[in-house]
């Protein structure tokens, strides 16, 4: 807990777990002309100095172990998407496939599961129906109100913060997963990972979980 007094009275702050490496050793980003107050809380390490310059898309916190910014929310990017490409997985066990086609006016997810590490198309489900009897395709409709909540949801995990990569090297085979995120103008976020995981992926199996109504590890 970081403690900071100052014209507003006493102030208790919480950290906030970075969404990169899990750290709570997390401190605010102020922006503005700093006070003298401001500059012996960034001599002790407990705020980071932003600069003068401000936007409406700053991130607000700092890692301390990582260096990673984070603390905006962009709801309205993840709304306009163009696509999200989900899956997890491996060799032995179930395959998870997700794929939700943002362009689409009434937006649809798509889930394919496979057995023993076979893959499924979903951009053309219509070619994977009688592929193999095991497996299980799925259409889930989303209302607009459904989507802008699942957007929320999803925003608050902030996945642009996390790692491009999350890999175990001491594990072989297991568990891998990737996640792409497409926007207009070719921009995407990308990541993926083998038997080791973001700090929001409990919340983020939640998620897809809630909207598909499938187990997916």
């Known amino acids: 807990m970081v403690h900071y007094k100052g014209r507003w009275g006493d102030i208790d702050m919480p950290k906030k777990k970075c969404p990169a490496c899990g750290s709570t050793e997390t401190v605010k980003i102020l922006y503005g002309m700093p006070s003298y ?3 012996e809380l960034m001599k002790r390490g407990e705020i980071v100095l932003g600069g003068c310059c401000v936007s409406d898309n700053d991130p607000t916190r700092q890692c ?3 260096g990673q910014d984070f603390g905006f929310v962009d709801t309205f990017k993840i709304l306009g998407m163009t696509s999200l490409e989900f899956y997890v997985g491996g060799y032995f066990g179930d395959s998870h496939f ?3 086609n943002g362009k689409r006016k009434n937006k649809l997810i798509r889930y394919g ?3 023993g590490g076979m893959s499924v198309d979903l951009k053309h489900p219509k070619n994977e129906v009688n592929f193999h009897p095991d497996i299980l395709l799925k259409e889930i409709t989303l209302i607009p109100e459904q989507w802008i909540t699942f957007a929320e949801e999803i925003a608050a995990l902030e996945v642009s913060c996390w790692k491009d990569s999350y890999f175990d090297d001491y594990v072989c085979d297991g568990t891998q997963w990737r996640l792409t995120i497409r926007f207009p103008n070719r921009e995407k976020i990308s990541k993926n990972g083998s038997n080791d995981y973001p700090p929001y ?3 983020f199996i939640k998620i897809m979980k809630k909207y598909i109504g499938e187990d997916i590890g």
């Open 64 to 66: 301390k172990t990582c």
């Open 37 to 39: 107050e401001a500059f």
């Open 98 to 100: 997700v794929y939700i």
């Open 113 to 115: 599961k496979t057995p």
């Open 201 to 203: 992926w409990n919340r």
